[in-house]
Nanobody, 127 residues
Framework: QVQLVESGGKLVQAGGSLGLSCAAS????????MGWFRQAPGKEREFVAG????????DYADFVKGRFTISRDNAKNTVYLQMSSLKPEDTAVYYC????????????????????WGQGTQVTVSS
């Protein structure tokens, strides 16, 4: 069992930067692939970024490549999402997710590949 708690969401201006954190409890974190998803009002939840449990591999949605960076610290049971050059269209609730029982190198990108989800943190980018 893994519990995930996101933090760091807030109101920022367009062009600004923001860092999100996701603290995990439970014994499987170091062997779980981690991901960030987001859901804007009236839209489906979408993949933003993911990292393998080894930490060696990452993947990003095209709309955040070059602007967002995902990282993890297994010693702290925490995954991070550093966001820069934020745009109003980045406004959404951001969710952290964990996927267990996956190969060490694999980065899941689809909702159903993740077993555990956090409650989300609101990011609002003003124009």
């Amino acid at each position: 069992q893994v519990q995930l708690v996101e933090s760091g969401g807030k109101l920022v201006q367009a062009g600004g930067s923001l860092g999100l954190s996701c603290a995990a409890s439970g014994r499987v974190f170091s062997r779980a692939a981690m991901g960030w998803f987001r859901q804007a009002p009236g839209k489906e939840r979408e993949f933003v970024a993911g990292i393998s449990w080894s930490g060696d591999n990452t993947d990003y949605a095209d709309f955040v490549k070059g602007r967002f960076t995902i990282s993890r610290d297994n010693a702290k049971n925490t995954v991070y999402l550093q966001m820069s050059s934020l745009k109003p269209e980045d406004t959404a609730v951001y969710y952290c997710a964990a996927g267990s029982s996956l190969p060490y190198y694999y980065v899941p990108t689809r909702n159903h590949e993740y077993d555990y989800w956090g409650q989300g943190t609101q990011v609002t980018v003003s124009s």
